[in-house]
Each structure stands twice: as C-alpha cells, then as structure tokens.
C-alpha cells in the first residue's frame, strides 16, 4: 500500500518547488566563501533538479500523483523552446558539422547493442534474470526501456504493444527507466558545468561551439535593454501564444494520423507531445529571421530559462531513490546498460575527437528526450538549447527500429 505524501496539493508542491529554487539561485549568488567554494564543485542546475528527488523519495511530495511534470512539459517547455531559439543562429548551428549526428548515432548504437550485453552480464552471474514465462520475460520488459531510451514514450508505447510484457512487468521497467535515466542526467548536469578536463583529454576541438556561444553572447550584448512591463508581457505572449498555437495544431494533426495513417505511429508521428515541441520550435527558428529576434535584448532567453528551471524541478520530482531495492537485478542490469552506452559513446568521441557537449547532448537526446535534451544542452549555454531539441526529434524517428532490433537481440541472449 503506497503512503501519501506529506502534500498532496500541487499548489503547495508548486510553491516548495519555487521556494526551493529561489534558495538554490540565491546561494548561487551570493558572495560567501562557502557559497561560492559549494557551487564551484557543484552545478546549480543539479540542485535544482536533485532536491525535489530527495522531496519525492522522503515521500514530502509524489511525482507520480502530481500534474506538475505535464504541465511543465506541454506548456513550460514549448514556449521556453520559443523563447530559446527566436535568437538563435541557424548559420552557426550548421557550422558544428557532423559531430554532433555521429555521436547522437554513437548513442542510439551503444543502448541498441548495451541492452543484450547487459543482460548476458548479469544473466551470467544472477542465471534466474533469464528466467520467466510468456509475458513475464525479463527481455520483454526491457525493450520498453529501449524504446523510451533510444526515442521517447512513445516508442515505450510501441514496443509494449509488440512485445507485450505482463503489467507488472512493466511498471518494474518504468521504476528502472526513471531512476537510472535520471541519474545519468544528474551526472550529465555535473559534468557540463565543467566540459573543459573531458575536452582536453579527448583533444577536441571546440572552436565552432565557442564561437556560436560567443557570437549569440556578442548580439545579446549589443541589443540588451532594461525590459519594461510591455517587453516582458511581450515575450511572455510570444511564447505562450506559439505554445497554444503549437497545440491546437497538434491536437489535429496527431489524431488524423493515429486513424488515418497508424503505419506513422512506429515514427512517432500520432504524438501530440512529438508535434507540440515540433511546431513551436520550428516557429522559433521562423521569428530569428524576424524583427522578434530584438525581444531577446529585453530578456527572452532569461524568461526562457526560468520556465526550463521549473521543468529541470518537476523532472527531479519523478525520482524515487528508494525504489533501487524494490527489484535490485533489474536496476543493475539497467545501470550496466547504461556504462555500456556511456563507454560506447565516450570511444567514439574519443577516435572522432568529439566535444563532450556533443557526447552529453547527443546522450540526452536519446535516454531523455525532448523535455530534457535542451535542459543538457543549456547547461552549457542557453543558446545551445535548440541543438538538444533537435536530435531529440531524430530520437523519436529511430527509436522503434532501435528498440525493435534491441529486444529481438536480447530475445536471442535470454534463450542461449
């Protein structure tokens, strides 16, 4: 019997979370040795997403029960989209090159080939792992997490209906799937607030990140002003405006492909959420080419970067720490999962001498998806965010093929 959570109201678990990251930006600012010495080891952003973990596996507030994370995703993440790329450099995105696709690639190989050699290491040493029958297969179970960690959920979803593991099964998956995507992202979160020791030790070159990063800081210099109540409501009705508009057509066109073309599911194009982040990025990048690129002088991305705050909160809230030993051999297969995708991918940035902004972002495009690729990205700097949107959308097009072919693999290694 699940306990209930010391506050059950979302708008009390609204205000801690606000509370709680006002606490965290005012330390961050502030000028105490031990202030600063503290966030000099540790990331802001990790704060801002760790706490409301511990909130949620102290049972103060229950991710699961709230509406917080659904409303941070669907209007939250849209509109700070907007707010993020309505300056961005299209140019200077294209000048990354190739690097940036090759490790989201890198990414998607090392899940896809992680999952069968995970299983068969722990299946080697725990043989009962392999055992089960009929939908309660544990390779059943686990090409559900391969489908949310190459694309997204619904490609989870997709995988779920082929390969039809039982529902308990499956909420065991859900547990493994969060706890350790999360705390690969919290891992991420750390590292990209300090890319330079991982960077020089892949001899990589940096200059076409540095120069965009540069060039957008130069332009924001250049029209920056004290914003007034009518920039900011401005701004504001831009990217909620964009938001709904994203939305309503999204309403449309997911339904009318879910009847009309289900063949498109397996891309995930009968999701509201894959068209809502599509549509209102995509108007993002339309208005940079417009006099609307001058509202990030009153503070755009700053607005932006307030609503991805919320959300970087309300994903920390789905964490149970505890739930690790509810099913200890499914989390450590699901964590050996996760080294084999990590050192696949740190090889391949190795040989290619690939940035670790490309190896956290091209991660988190696919174990996290949209809402939390351009979290990733914008550690580094918020206007790298658009970069982590779209590989996240790439994610959602080869998720199912990677699933699909991740669990026939794990399939073959549960029946040698």
């Not at 493994?176 to 890319?195: E, F, G, I, M, S």
């Amino acid at each position: 019997m699940e306990e209930t959570p010391l506050f059950t109201n979302d708008a009390v678990v609204f205000g801690l979370l606000m509370a709680t990251l006002a606490l965290i930006f005012a330390t961050s600012s502030s000028n105490s040795t031990f202030w600063r010495k503290f966030y000099s080891v540790v990331p802001t952003v990790l704060l801002c997403y760790f706490i409301p973990a511990l909130f949620n596996s102290f049972g103060w507030i229950s991710g699961e029960a709230s509406g917080l994370y659904r409303m941070a995703s669907r209007y939250l993440l849209p509109a700070s989209l907007v707010l993020f790329t309505i300056s961005i450099d299209i140019k200077g995105i294209l000048k990354l090159g190739p690097k940036a696709l090759t490790m989201f690639l890198a990414g998607s190989f090392g899940i896809m080939i992680g999952g069968p050699l995970a299983l068969l290491t722990v299946g080697f040493v725990f043989p009962e792992l392999l055992g089960g029958n009929g939908p309660d297969e544990v390779w059943r179970g686990l090409s559900t997490i391969a489908g949310s960690w190459i694309g997204g959920g619904a490609n989870q979803t997709a995988m779920l209906k082929v390969f039809e593991p039982s529902n308990a099964l499956f909420s065991q998956m859900i547990a493994v799937d969060v706890l350790v995507a999360n705390l690969w992202t919290a891992v991420l979160l750390y590292w990209a607030a300090k890319p330079e020791k991982i960077d020089r030790f892949f001899k990589a070159d940096t200059t076409a990140i540095y120069e965009l990063r540069d060039k957008i800081a130069d332009f924001r210099k250049g029209i920056m002003k004290i914003p007034s109540l009518s920039d900011t409501m401005i701004i504001l009705g831009v990217g909620f405006g964009v938001t709904g508009v994203a939305t309503l057509m999204a309403d449309f066109i997911a339904p009318y492909i879910e009847v009309n073309h289900p063949e498109l599911a397996q891309y995930s194009l009968d999701s509201s959420f894959f068209w809502i982040v599509v549509i209102a990025t995509t108007v993002g990048l339309g208005l940079s080419f417009t006099k609307a690129r001058m509202l990030e002088g009153a503070g755009a991305s700053r607005l932006g970067s307030v609503l991805l705050y919320v959300l970087v909160a309300t994903i920390g809230m789905q964490m149970d720490l505890g739930a690790i030993f509810d099913n200890p051999l499914l989390f450590l297969v699901g964590i050996v999962w996760m080294v084999f995708h990590i050192l696949i991918m740190l090889i391949v940035a190795y040989v290619i001498k690939a940035p670790f902004f490309y190896v956290a972002v091209g991660s988190q495009a696919n174990v996290g998806g949209a809402a939390s690729a351009p979290i990733v990205a914008s550690a580094f700097d918020s206007s790298l965010a658009p970069v982590g949107v779209l590989l996240a959308v790439l994610g959602y097009a080869v998720g199912t093929y990677g699933a699909y072919l991740c669990g026939l693999m794990m399939q073959f290694v549960s029946g040698m």
